[in-house]
């Protein structure tokens, strides 16, 4: 299968006529190719965006809502094939594709396309007896630039807001998974949308990613994926020339699991494997940094040993990201870390690494500082709540953690005391999308979800009027 740009309604090759192998991380092989895009192509693409600004954001919101819920049923519909595409493309199972991913991709345009309808114009009575009248305005073309973790969710949690609001989207997935962002442009086809208010071009970030960026027509840039190119993103973003651009960026983190010793046991082993385990670890939120207080270390250790070998795995998305958590393990052991459970490839074909527990590393070895996003965890005694803060605190990432306690006091105490954006409290990855979603230090700039996404995908406009005329 040949996987092509979606452009102004069309699939089309790119500018140039030339293809990326597509790797199926479980057996390694080419199973397709994708269209490496150019210049050419970004500029294509933005400008079928900005043609078709001009008649979606006159549509009603009545009717652009109905279209989303509509690609939400057609996702729903094709929900299996769709989940199977994204297991053979990212590596994740099939199981973590059809019951975790795929149902909030639905839950994203059912989300939004209520949301859309639910927006009202503030008034208010300003000194003087003014009469304020707020109204919320869309952009026009803005980019959605996704990463290979989480492919067609990341996608639709960024285009959904975009298109209920009335922007047009020019979405650049990873060329480590473009398969289901080209599958569900069949569906944006079925579904009936303008042609143009969606666009989806492929290929390497590095030689289409500055030519998105800087493009004259994109006025807000919602980026997710490592810290070192979203960073570059805002640098080239701010230097383009043009006006400023509105930047989010949601860009990964090292985030800490504090586990004290009144938790309830077996809870907290539940969501610790899914927290460190879940998509081979390959989830921004994850928790590879494991704070246990000293008193339930040991029997901590011991349960979570146990249970680890029946947690379902799949395969690191490519051969160069399991090197690279395979170095980050080779660096633990040379540093003197024990590796107590996995830590080897597995044999035979694919980028498999089992759930790798490591103990023993001192709190500044790159290993508990750095985003390995792998399956990959470390675990670390404490002895008080203040030492448990400062462990937690001691990266440059900001954006979620973790605090599993029976004292709900003491867990309102650490939470506020941790420098990131999102916490649970006795679990992982509880999402209501009215929520902000989003961190601090180096895991980003601004926050996605509700209003947070209605502020940053459109303009506000305030209208004074007199009391009278």
């Known amino acids: 299968m040949n996987i092509l740009n979606f452009i102004g309604g069309?699939?089309?090759?790119?500018?140039?006529?030339e293809w990326l192998d597509n790797v199926c991380p479980a057996t390694g092989q080419v199973y397709s190719k994708v269209v490496a895009?150019?210049?050419?192509?970004?500029?294509?693409?933005?400008?079928?965006?900005?043609?078709?600004?001009?008649?979606?954001?006159?549509?009603?919101?009545?009717?652009?809502?109905?279209?989303?819920?509509?690609?939400?049923?057609?996702?729903?519909?094709?929900?299996?094939?769709?989940?199977?595409?994204?297991?053979?493309?990212?590596?994740?199972?099939?199981?973590?594709?059809?019951?975790?991913?795929?149902?909030?991709?639905?839950?994203?345009?059912?989300?939004?396309?209520?949301?859309?309808?639910?927006?009202?114009?503030?008034?208010?009575?300003?000194?003087?007896?003014?009469?304020?009248?707020?109204?919320?305005?869309?952009?026009?073309?803005?980019?959605?630039?996704?990463?290979?973790?989480?492919?067609?969710?990341?996608?639709?949690?960024?285009?959904?807001?975009?298109l209920a609001m009335g922007n047009c989207v020019v979405a650049k997935p990873s060329e480590l998974t473009p398969m289901t962002a080209f599958l569900f442009c069949k569906l944006v086809q079925e579904a009936g949308f303008p042609p143009g208010v969606v666009n989806v071009i492929h290929g390497e970030g590095a030689r289409m990613g500055d030519a998105l960026t800087t493009h004259p027509k994109i006025k807000a840039v919602s980026f997710t994926g490592s810290t070192q190119t979203g960073t570059h993103i805002h640098k080239v973003a701010a230097e383009s020339g043009h006006p400023l651009k509105k930047i989010s960026l949601e860009m990964g983190g090292k985030n800490p699991n504090i586990i004290f010793a009144d938790c309830d046991l077996e809870r907290t082993l539940e969501a610790t494997l899914r927290s460190s385990f879940a998509n081979q670890g390959e989830v921004c939120t994850c928790g590879p940094r494991v704070f246990v207080e000293k008193d339930l270390y040991e029997d901590f250790k011991r349960e979570l040993l146990v249970r680890i070998p029946g947690f379902p795995q799949g395969a690191l998305v490519s051969e160069a990201h399991l090197?690279?958590?395979?170095?980050?393990?080779?660096?633990?052991?040379?540093?003197?870390?024990?590796?107590?459970?996995?830590?080897?490839?597995?044999?035979?074909?694919?980028?498999?690494?089992?759930p790798t527990v490591i103990e023993g590393l001192d709190r500044d070895s790159p290993v508990n500082r750095e985003e390995i996003f792998g399956p990959v965890i470390t675990l670390t005694p404490f002895e008080t709540e203040e030492k448990a803060i400062l462990l937690a605190n001691s990266v440059d990432y900001g954006l979620s953690a973790t605090i599993h306690t029976r004292d709900l006091e003491r867990a309102r105490r650490v939470a506020q005391a941790l420098e990131v954006g999102m916490v649970w409290i006795n679990d992982w990855m509880k999402r209501d999308l009215r929520t902000p979603f989003g961190g601090v230090k180096r895991s980003g700039l601004g926050r996605e979800g509700g209003q947070w996404a209605l502020h940053f995908y459109t303009e506000a406009k305030n209208i004074c009027y007199p009391e009278t005329l």
């Open 37 to 162: 895009s150019g210049v050419e192509d970004v500029r294509r693409a933005c400008e079928a965006a900005d043609l078709a600004f001009d008649s979606w954001k006159k549509t009603e919101a009545k009717q652009r809502a109905s279209l989303l819920r509509e690609l939400g049923h057609l996702v729903q519909r094709d929900l299996k094939s769709l989940a199977l595409a994204e297991s053979k493309d990212q590596g994740k199972t099939l199981e973590q594709a059809e019951k975790g991913d795929l149902p909030r991709v639905v839950k994203n345009f059912e989300f939004f396309s209520d949301y859309a309808l639910k927006l009202s114009k503030e008034r208010f009575r300003g000194e003087g007896g003014g009469d304020n009248h707020i109204s919320h305005h869309p952009l026009g073309v803005v980019a959605a630039i996704v990463p290979w973790n989480l492919p067609l969710y990341l996608l639709t949690w960024k285009l959904a807001p975009a």
């Open 10 to 17: 069309k699939f089309c090759e790119g500018e140039k006529g």
């Open 323 to 354: 090197q690279k958590v395979m170095d980050y393990v080779a660096l633990a052991q040379r540093e003197g870390g024990r590796i107590l459970c996995g830590g080897k490839r597995k044999e035979g074909p694919g980028f498999y690494l089992g």
